[in-house]
T-cell receptor, first 113, second 113 residues
Framework: DAKTTQPNSMESNEEEPVHLPCNHSTISGTDYIHWYRQLPSQGPEYVIHGLTSNVNNRMASLAIAEDRKSSTLILHRATLRDAAVYYCILRDPLGQGAQKLVFGQGTRLTINP | DAGVIQSPRHEVTEMGQEVTLRCKPISGHNSLFWYRQTMMRGLELLIYFNNNVPIDDSGMPEDRFSAKMPNASFSTLKIQPSEPRDSAVYFC???????????FGPGTRLLVL
């Protein structure tokens, strides 16, 4: 499985944008970039995913570098409810073990009031 | 939709006892996953099923662990005999077969004394 590297923790203030980085220098051409988050005492929940182009949804935006070796999850206006561990995961839908999600340690995001 | 349902939510048992964790996936989802989360090892995939058939059980730690999916709406993860090192939060997730997103349940917090 291609690896991702994320900072262990980040801190931001409420109502400010948050940029969560993820490095994936060994990404293959068919790997999708997925982001999940896990709020305290809950199961992980899907945030967003993309392949090459930047993606937006109601929760966040995903900015993917042109060489695809890194990506950034953007929370446009963080709230206290966004405090969670954010996981960046690569998944190749065509590869062996295509249905697996391999979770790393993620980034623990703290939001200050 | 009620989402993925897991029971019990909390389980405390003594070493050597049999433990059965239960999961009801979202209706219509063809794939079901069992994960375990600990502080030391993070979130690990134990086993997953497609159309009720186990596809990959390489993450099952040892023979004490077994999982079944007798029908599309029910799965069990059994530990027999349980040991203190099995203490963890166990998550079940489901997904439509060709979809990208996994939906996680709230987890079962297991403590083996």
């Amino acid at each position: 499985d291609a690896k991702t590297t994320q900072p262990n923790s980040m801190e931001s203030n409420e109502e400010e944008p948050v940029h969560l980085p993820c490095n994936h220098s060994t990404i293959s051409g068919t790997d999708y970039i997925h982001w999940y988050r896990q709020l305290p005492s809950q199961g992980p929940e899907y945030v967003i995913h993309g392949l090459t182009s930047n993606v937006n949804n109601r929760m966040a935006s995903l900015a993917i570098a042109e060489d695809r070796k890194s990506s950034t999850l953007i929370l446009h206006r963080a709230t206290l409810r966004d405090a969670a561990v954010y996981y960046c995961i690569l998944r190749d839908p065509l590869g062996q073990g295509a249905q697996k999600l391999v979770f790393g340690q993620g980034t623990r995001l703290t939001i200050n009031p | 939709d009620a989402g993925v349902i897991q029971s019990p939510r909390h389980e405390v048992t003594e070493m050597g006892q049999e433990v059965t964790l239960r999961c009801k996936p979202i209706s219509g989802h063809n794939s079901l996953f069992w994960y375990r989360q600990t502080m030391m090892r993070g979130l690990e995939l134990l086993i997953y099923f497609n159309n009720n058939v186990p596809i990959d059980d390489s993450g099952m730690p040892e023979d004490r662990f077994s999982a079944k999916m007798p029908n599309a709406s029910f799965s069990t993860l059994k530990i027999q005999p349980s040991e203190p090192r099995d203490s963890a939060v166990y998550f079940c997730a489901s997904r439509p077969y060709v979809a990208e997103t996994q939906y996680f349940g709230p987890g079962t917090r297991l403590l083996v004394l």
